[in-house]
């Protein structure tokens, strides 16, 4: 089985309008689809090892009783306006690993080929034996993506 899934859109977007959703901690809750997302604080990121809380709700997939939750978004790679990716850091032990991010490929015009990245192959082995992954489905990161194209058409309100 795959330990990464991606799905690509293309957005009617320059690709600097839409990477400055996807660095924002708002941003990140404004698109995402699977309701876990709820608020965030912190400073947009603008390079690798930067970070943000994001506070979560576990109820929105009904998987685990986590319920309300927060972590950290650790930027791994940033390459403005090009791409941009991240780990998740949380209370539970060992850190699981997964990478989660976003490359932007402009094309012709205006618009932007956003490609959605989920990535488990490089997990803690305590995850791996937990057989869990991927917990989002790849269908969550196509509506993302549709999210992102809603978000950035409609003016994304930075702040």
């Given amino acids: ?17 839409i990477f400055a959703v996807l660095c924002d901690p708002h941003g990140h809750v404004a698109i995402d689809a699977s309701g876990m997302l709820q608020d965030a ?14 506070h979560m709700d576990r109820e929105s997939l009904n998987d685990f009783p986590m319920g309300k939750y927060d972590v950290t978004v650790e930027i791994r790679e940033f390459e403005k306006d090009r791409l941009i990716a991240w780990t998740i850091l949380g209370q539970i032990r ?26 488990w192959s490089d997990i803690d082995p305590e995850w791996r034996k937990a057989n869990i992954f991927p917990v989002i489905p790849e269908s969550a990161l196509r509506a993302t993506l549709g999210i992102l194209d809603r978000t950035v058409r409609r003016g994304y309100p930075r702040g």
């Fill in 1 to 17: 089985m795959a330990e990464r899934m991606e799905v690509a859109r293309t957005i009617a977007a320059p690709a600097a309008e």
């Fill in 41 to 54: 604080d912190g400073e947009p990121a603008t390079g690798a090892g930067d970070s943000f809380v994001i």
């Fill in 94 to 119: 060992p850190q699981i690993g997964h990478v989660y991010g976003y490359r932007l490929e402009p094309s012709d015009g205006d618009e932007t080929v956003v490609t959605s990245f989920y990535d």
